[in-house]
């Protein structure tokens, strides 16, 4: 606890640089948005449990050193970053598809089926997981916040208030996306907001595939 105490200063300003980089839009503020208006709060909360089960899948790896690891092997890297750009872009393709079409029967909030819900989360979890920024970002979290020979108390206070801000996130995105209100304007403007879905899932993919590690 002394330790904890002694770094506070370093520690609140970690959570200051998480807190920043996670309400920043990005692929899966985008999957957790767009579910929630479509499918309603069950469906949001299904994918907001997806990505959150990706950050938590690289906040343990870099914890445990595995990210530091990858970062020396680049081709590795490399294929993750592929394999994520490919993945938005197919995500772009099937918004698009949607928002092409004239028509599109809406499930009621909270309807979906228990296999949908695991696709659900499966997808938030294959959004983040295939995202090496979110690598090297918690890789950033770990060597700022932590001071030289960190208890494993303090590495835990660090990432697990790392992880309870995404958590309170990515839920509220789910929560606020998921109203009457929301799923009315959706309802008015479907094709509109699939086509900006399709759009941002799109430049995020390119963005993706074209950046350097």
Do not use: D
Request: with cysteine; charged share 10%.
């Amino acid at each position: 606890m002394n330790e904890i105490v002694q770094n506070l200063p370093q520690i609140m300003a970690t959570y200051l640089v998480y807190v920043v980089a996670v309400i920043s839009p990005g692929p899966a503020t985008l999957a957790i948005v767009s579910t929630s208006i479509a499918q309603g709060r069950r469906a949001g909360l299904t994918m907001a449990a997806g990505v959150f089960a990706g950050s938590f899948t690289w906040a343990m790896a870099a914890s445990l050193g595995l990210a530091a690891l990858l970062t020396h092997y680049a081709q590795l890297l490399q294929i993750l970053k592929i394999a994520g750009g490919l993945y938005l872009l197919y995500l772009a393709y099937k918004a698009l598809r949607s928002a092409l079409r004239k028509t599109e029967t809406l499930p009621a909030a909270g309807s979906a089926s228990p296999r949908t819900l695991k696709q659900t989360f499966l997808r938030g979890y294959a959004i983040h997981l295939t995202n090496p920024k979110a690598i090297l970002g918690w890789l950033a979290m770990i060597s700022i916040g932590l001071p030289a020979h960190a208890s494993i108390a303090t590495v835990g206070f660090i990432v697990g208030g790392c992880l309870a801000t995404g958590l309170s996130v990515f839920t509220g995105y789910a929560l606020l996306f998921s109203t009457a209100g929301a799923l009315a304007v959706y309802r008015r403007a479907r094709r509109g907001i699939e086509g900006t879905m399709a759009l941002l899932f799109g430049v995020a993919g390119v963005k993706l595939l074209t950046a350097r590690l």
